[in-house]
């Protein structure tokens, strides 16, 4: 048994299953990190390639690395049980098909170490991928990349998630006062960010691209049913329906920005928990001046001046149209309006 001394300070956390024309470059790139106080836990969740041998190879040539052997629960089953395993005061999140750079762990432990109200240190992405086939991923890299500060992953949560999973590292603690990883019909890392998020846990970033998000075909935010955006609505509304509630008050009257029906639908679950809508804004000419359910649908410049708006338009360039409108109009993010898709 190590003692204490022998104690590392940051566990990497590595599920695999199937992986094996990867994970070979995805440890090495741990076992090449200037920062050396890791342990690596590779949870097997049952793969029926090459993946357990190739992990047994390095744990044998390297005592930092453990292999988990485990029977295919799938990817939440695995995190928690390499959680449970894990000693470190910080928690690593790695995936099999991606690199980190040589300084990431150092780098990211040394902000976390700076500022102690943080409690979780993401990074910049490279994205490994064809930009052309993978146009809309590439894009969502770089909206990624352009949040930057603790203030605007705060405001941009309920857009898409602003942290890319594999590359976060997280104090130990946060997992024993609010609760590690959640199976259900939801993205589990998005689902423990607005967790966290939502108990007042404080993100940052290293403004560095120190690790290289593969886009596989075989990715589970691509195949998985509960990575699909009806998913991502349902668990965004119901943390959307905490913050409103703890944000704006009752009397004050909640308008969306887009009238459509598909947008309608997506938040129709934080309506039946919060309560309906005041009003829709659109610039559609045939929706502004007609009433949707009972509910009037006015352009933007004819929004009330009490109103908290909540901004529904998915189109990045659009959102930032709207957003530099309602700013040049004296409205402030996260006072006046929030943007959510």
Known sequence: ??????????????????????????????????????????????????????????????????????????????????????????????????????????RQVALLKEKPAVGVVSCLVNFGGNRSASRGYAEHVAWLNSIRTSEAIETSRFIESPVAHPSVVFKRELIQSHGGYHAGDFPEDYELWLRWMDAGIRFAKVEAELLTWNDSPGRLSRTGSRYATDAFYRIKCHYLRRWLARNVPPERPIWLWGAGRVTRKRFRSLEKEHGRFHGFVDIHPGKVGVMIQGRPVVAPEDVPPDAFLLVAVGTRGMRNEIKDFLESNGRQEGRDFLCAA
Not at 54 to 79: C, N, Y
């Open 1 to 106: 048994m190590p003692s204490a001394s022998d104690r590392p300070t940051l566990s990497v956390i590595l599920p695999v299953r199937n992986a094996e024309d990867t994970l070979a470059s995805a440890i090495g790139s741990i076992i090449g990190q200037t920062f050396s106080a890791w342990e690596l836990i590779i949870a097997d969740d049952g793969s029926t390639d090459a993946s357990s041998e190739i992990a047994d190879r390095f744990a044998q040539t390297d005592r930092r690395i453990r292999v988990l052997r485990l029977p295919a629960a799938g990817i939440v089953a695995a995190l928690n049980e390499a959680i449970a395993a894990a000693r470190g005061e910080f928690i690593a999140r790695m995936d099999a098909d991606d690199v980190s750079r040589s300084d990431r762990l150092a």
